[in-house]
């Protein structure tokens, strides 16, 4: 039995094997809608969502099995004041497999450390959020057909934003990547996220001017900048518009440019920009039902 | 002073000056009812000054984990009046409940019963990472 707790718990080979096992479900959904009948995912938000939750849900239920959980802390006994593991503990009586979020970070390593079943990070504060950086591996090989040699565009709030942390650990171990990272001073890309850039000596630049590097992308991550990991709520309005991305931005930008961001959208895209076919963020949320249900597949152990 | 003084217990010998009351509270030495003693700004001929602690009682903790505070430290461990063993401490790969995370945003800044576990992460850097939120230890 093993748990993801963060990308990093995934080499290379299972990452490529998971994209593979998604596109065929993508190809072949038939034979695996019932792999996971009698199986049961626990689904526990301490912190709303609703793409993550959804989608692991949607993918159990495509997977033929049944979904269990809570959507928000304060519909659980956390609100009484339980800890991570007791709720845990009790849940594994009850589940067959548990996807979790959490607001705190690390609060998945608790659980993992406490579990009898597989658990799954489906977000911990600003820390990791392994599942949406597999999406975004998946949407990547699915638009441009490869995942190296790519100009991969990181843009907002890089400083708070764990999807972003993630991405560049993953991404960073193929070959030919290199990332152009941008944001406002403020919202600039931690000392520890750069580590295995600078381990793996992958090449990056960082501004603050999206529309100078625009022309060099093939992929532009857009991430939102998230009022809830703001202690200072003056901070957040400052920061909050840096970057809106405009139709007007995008005309020095390739033709096979791809855009993609996590979601939820504030302002930060336009939606001028949701026709143009170089938009994939709403496809990338269906990407993440497909390879969520790839992910269960591979943690319970179960073979198409 | 010299370890003979001692007849079971611990010297904490090459400490830098001024650091002997960091280690004193790093191990909770005003809880112990035996004798301790602080020498601070001894002669060193390798330091110059130097620190040392004498502690007339072995303690029940793992003294390589003052080699995150001080690598520069020798241990004299001292039985029946002799010392049996002399050694610097190793950082240790992981330490627990030694350091507390600061991150407000770490599970262990809600859940108190949460042990405080950091492990080494870079030992040319003497960095140490929560286990849990991964944020860089700091005393």
Redesign the interface.
């Known amino acids: 039995m093993r748990h993801i707790t963060s990308i990093t718990d995934l080499s290379l080979t299972e990452i490529d094997q998971l994209i593979e096992t998604a596109q065929d479900i993508i190809e072949h959904p038939v034979k695996y809608r019932d792999l996971c009948r009698y199986k049961k995912l626990a689904t526990l938000f301490f912190e709303p969502s609703t793409r993550t939750r959804l989608s692991f849900e949607a993918a159990m239920y495509e997977l033929g099995g049944q979904v269990l959980g809570f959507s928000e802390a304060n519909s659980s006994s956390a609100a009484k004041g339980e800890?991570?593991?007791d709720t845990i503990r009790t849940v594994c009586c009850y589940a067959d497999i548990i996807a979790m979020r959490?607001?705190?970070?690390?609060?998945p390593?608790?659980a993992s450390q406490v579990a009898s079943v597989p658990i799954i990070n489906a977000g911990?504060?600003?820390?990791n959020h392994p599942t949406q950086t597999l999406t975004d591996l998946l949407t990547i090989k699915m638009e441009k057909g490869h995942l190296d040699n790519l100009t991969v565009g990181l843009c907002g709030d890089l400083k708070f934003g764990r999807t972003v942390h993630s991405l560049i650990t993953a991404m960073c171990r193929y070959p030919g990547i290199r990332f152009v990272l941008i944001s406002p001073e403020e919202l600039k890309v931690p000392s520890?996220v750069k580590i295995p850039l600078k381990e793996g000596q992958v090449p990056y630049s960082q501004t603050t001017d999206l529309m100078s590097v625009m022309p060099e992308l093939d992929i532009l991550y857009m991430t939102r900048v998230q009022r809830e990991r703001f202690?200072n709520e003056a901070d957040y309005i400052r920061l909050k518009d840096s970057y809106i991305l405009t139709p007007e931005k995008l005309q020095s930008a390739k033709d096979d440019l791809r855009i993609l961001h996590p979601l939820p959208r504030v302002n930060e895209i336009s939606t001028a920009i949701d026709a143009d076919p170089r938009a994939v963020y709403f496809k990338q949320a269906l990407y993440g039902k497909y390879i969520r249900m790839a992910l269960i597949l591979m943690l319970l152990e179960v073979k198409a | 002073m010299n370890i003979d003084s001692i007849n079971n217990g611990i010297v904490i010998d090459h400490i830098k000056a001024g650091q002997a009351m960091k280690i004193y509270d790093f191990l909770e030495l005003d809880k112990l009812d035996c004798a301790v003693a602080i020498i601070k700004n001894a002669t060193s001929n390798k330091q110059g000054k130097k620190d040392i602690i004498k502690i007339d009682s072995q303690l029940d903790v793992d003294l390589n984990a003052l080699g995150y505070i001080d690598p520069s430290i020798t241990i004299n461990i001292i039985v029946d009046g002799v010392r049996v063993k002399k050694y610097h401490p190793e950082l240790p790969l992981t330490i627990t409940n030694i350091i507390r995370c600061k991150n407000p945003r770490c599970i262990t800044s809600t859940e108190q019963e949460l042990p405080h576990v950091f492990k080494l992460t870079n030992r040319e850097k003497d960095e140490y990472r929560c286990i849990y939120c991964e944020s860089r230890a700091s005393i």
């Open positions: 800890s991570v593991a959490h607001p705190k970070e690390g609060a390593t608790v911990d504060g600003g820390h520890y202690f």
